[in-house]
């Protein structure tokens, strides 16, 4: 892990496999990310997180009674299939355009996010 990173924060290999999924995903669907840098971070971060201790992106903006359950069942795994059928992010990762709280961006750095997180 980089030593500027918290115990709490993602490694930084997952981290950037996170950020490029979201980016490439959000592209791919015609969705933006939250106008809000730091809601954006935050789920990139959880996703990274769970993909380090789980082994898979599951949402992180849900409470599992069995998170290895959950990874094995997949429908929460990111895109989880709300989003996958009816692109209803739950995270607030992905919003279409005319959600109120979509901002105008598909892209957010790796900096931005360490730095965000960080702070948490």
């Given at each position: 892990?980089?030593?500027?990173?918290?115990?709490?924060q993602?490694?930084?290999?997952?981290l950037?496999?996170m950020r490029h999924?979201?980016?490439?995903y959000?592209?791919?669907?015609?969705?933006?990310?939250?106008?809000?840098?730091?809601?954006t971070?935050v789920v990139?971060e959880?996703?990274a997180k769970h993909k380090?201790?789980?082994?898979?992106?599951?949402?992180?903006?849900?409470?599992?009674?069995?998170?290895?359950?959950e990874?094995?069942?997949?429908?929460?795994?990111?895109?989880c299939?709300p989003m996958?059928?009816?692109?209803?992010?739950?995270?607030?990762?992905f919003?279409?355009?005319?959600?109120?709280?979509?901002g105008?961006?598909?892209?957010?750095?790796f900096?931005?996010v360490?730095?965000?997180t960080a702070?948490y």
């Amino acid at each position: 892990m980089n030593p500027e990173t918290t115990p709490t924060q993602s490694s930084d290999k997952s981290l950037e496999a996170m950020r490029h999924f979201s980016e490439k995903y959000a592209k791919n669907t015609g969705t933006y990310f939250c106008v809000d840098a730091g809601v954006t971070a935050v789920v990139i971060e959880g996703l990274a997180k769970h993909k380090d201790e789980l082994g898979a992106p599951l949402c992180p903006c849900r409470h599992y009674e069995d998170k290895e359950a959950e990874v094995a069942a997949a429908y929460w795994n990111c895109p989880c299939v709300p989003m996958r059928e009816r692109k209803e992010c739950h995270c607030m990762l992905f919003l279409m355009p005319e959600n109120d709280f979509a901002g105008d961006k598909q892209e957010i750095t790796f900096e931005e996010v360490r730095t965000i997180t960080a702070q948490y």
